[in-house]
């Protein structure tokens, strides 16, 4: 898919194809527009843009199921992935042997 999006917008992909343009006279000035015309690709990227904006940034439901196990005691975060975690971010230092 990246592939595609690539080749898309790019001199080479672009070669071979003419623009659209007409030219029309009417009452001594001339008139000039452009055309465009937009892919099924792009159509479908435009529907999945809009509803991206549709889904929350803050899933409300696993939020709550996480804090009712930290109050009742019953969350046990793996703390080796927490760790990697923290490791990768520049939070905590590798132990020197």
Known sequence: MIGRISGQYTTEALNGKKS???VSYSGGSFT????ANISSFGSLLAKATAEMKNIPDVREDVVADFKAKIESGTYNPPLDKLAGVLYMAGM???AEE
Request: glycine residues 0%.
């Open 20 to 22: 659209r343009r007409s």
């Open 32 to 35: 000039e527009t452009d055309n």
């Open 92 to 94: 905590l230092d590798a």
